[in-house]
């Protein structure tokens, strides 16, 4: 290792690594394309979780923020379907009620609670890290609609399954969200969906066994989260991944990444101060965050001619194996997607002929007789608003086509199924079966909940998104 001394001179100083001494001064020892180029790596790496944590601190740790949910380790319904009021996730769904929670996991386990389910409804609840990685389920897919006891453990506890539950699930990291969808049938069904909300429980393994609770964790200093628009650019955005990874242990697949983000002051706990950086390497972090949005968007070309599907971007860690452009297409595209074991999001960005979609011109999409999505549970197409990837506001308040609406649905001649895009009213007739478009640009998620194999392996896809005259 290269090494100076702190007069410049060895006469019996003690020498120090030279990039400990630069850092001290605000430099590195890395060249600003090196820089640059770690930068762009661990932009790509941090961006979802950094946006997973805007996320939870509006929902878990800031009670003045409209979209707060209830604190830690409570389950919280929210007796409704998403509305365009909505903005604190891009891309919601708005065919199952959501329930949330938020897992700090520090000092000891948490154990959930589902009640039997009928088994014509669909529920899951989610179970997603701080990476944003989705390392396990419950619901009907997973574990059936039959109820149980699940317990959830951080990566430091060590306990044995207790008497009563079904099973141990393990996070690699501190805090998770665990995110519930329970199916809603129509309108007059809620009352319904709010009984199964009621039969979600959350305890403390301690509160479950009866016993005294272990000595609380250190009180968390939560740091500010950027707005969604600033993680887009602003150098604070290390300083917050390197307040997050405190809570995430290094898996063993990350050490040699660590230590590499770690010559331009990026690991846990590490203090990143843009204001200490020379001009020169200021500029190179910018260009490496500016870099990983250029790798995004040609990745973007990718999933709109479906070379990748969002199939491809939701998973374990061992599904994504470690592929961070993939996590943070997921996370920009529609955080929290799930697995596509789970649900399938065959999105429409461009029409047949490849042209962005936008709504100043009308489409089509027609699903032949006997062709539409194959799912166990359900299928729905959902409307978002570009570029904020959120509902649209219309004059009907329909933000959705989806199988519990087929009885409303007008066939065609031949018995399938022509769904109208378009910004206006295709007309009294046809208006059972339009799905209203902003002005301006869209994309349209369809979404296959509990897919069957023809969906998964490809035999089946969804038909092209035609623009007519």
């Known amino acids: 290792m290269t090494t100076i001394t702190r007069r410049g001179f060895v006469g019996g100083i003690a020498l120090i690594p030279a990039f400990r001494l630069r850092a001290a001064y605000g430099q590195t020892s890395v060249t600003p394309a090196e820089a640059r180029a770690i930068a762009k790596e661990a ?82 609840v989610q179970l997603i890290d701080a990476y944003t990685f989705n390392f396990d389920y419950i619901g009907s897919r997973a574990t059936g609609n039959d109820g149980g006891t699940f317990l959830i453990a951080g990566p430091g506890w060590k306990g044995e399954t207790p008497k009563g539950v079904k099973k141990v699930i393990r996070s690699e990291t501190e805090f998770v969200l665990g995110g519930y969808r329970t199916q809603l049938f129509n309108p007059e069904d809620l009352d319904n969906v709010k009984k199964v909300q009621a039969g979600y429980k959350a305890e403390p393994l301690s509160a479950f ?28 955005f290390f300083n917050i991944l390197n307040f997050i990874l405190q809570y995430c242990p290094t898996d063993p697949s990350e050490t040699e990444l660590m230590a ?90 461009i ?60 066939k065609d001649a031949d018995g399938g199924l022509t769904f109208y895009i378009q910004n206006e009213s295709p007309g009294k007739d046809k208006e059972p079966n339009w799905l209203p478009a902003p002005k301006g640009a869209f994309v349209i998620a369809m979404r296959l909940y509990w897919p069957k194999d023809e969906a998964l392996d490809g035999k089946w896809t969804a038909p092209p998104m035609k623009r007519t005259a």
Do not use: C
């Open 43 to 124: 932009y790509i790496y941090g961006f979802p979780m950094v946006d997973n944590y805007r996320i939870q601190h509006a929902y878990f740790v800031d009670a003045n923020n409209p979209e707060y949910k209830g604190p830690w380790n409570q389950i919280v319904n929210i007796p409704r379907v998403y509305t365009p009021a909505d903005t604190a996730i891009q891309t919601p769904n708005s065919d199952t009620p959501y329930s949330f929670i938020g897992l700090d996991l520090r000092a000891e386990p948490v154990v959930l609670t589902v009640p039997t389910i009928e088994k014509d409804r669909y529920f899951s």
């Open 209 to 236: 066994l009866g016993q005294p609770a272990p000595t609380a964790p250190p009180a968390v200093d939560f740091i500010q989260p950027l707005t969604s628009d600033e993680e887009k650019t602003s150098l604070k």
């Open 260 to 349: 590499r983000f770690a010559k331009i002051g990026v690991g846990a706990g590490k203090a990143f101060d843009a204001s200490t950086l020379s001009s020169e390497m200021k500029t190179a972090i910018e260009q490496g965050i500016a870099d990983a949005w250029v790798d995004l968007e040609n990745l973007r070309k990718r999933i709109d001619s479906k070379e990748v599907t969002s199939g491809d971007l939701f998973g374990t860690r061992e599904y994504l194996k470690n592929n961070y452009l993939y996590r943070m297409a997921a996370a920009v595209l529609g955080i929290y997607g799930n697995s596509k074991q789970e649900a399938m999001y065959p999105v429409y960005a």
């Open 351 to 410: 029409d047949s002929d490849g042209r962005k979609l936008d709504g100043s011109h009308q489409y089509t999409v027609q699903f032949a007789p006997g062709q539409l999505p194959p799912v166990n549970a359900f299928w729905s197409l959902t409307m978002y608003d570009l570029p904020a990837s959120l509902l649209v506001a219309n004059p009907i308040n329909r933000y959705l086509l989806n199988s519990p609406m087929l009885p409303q649905f007008v």
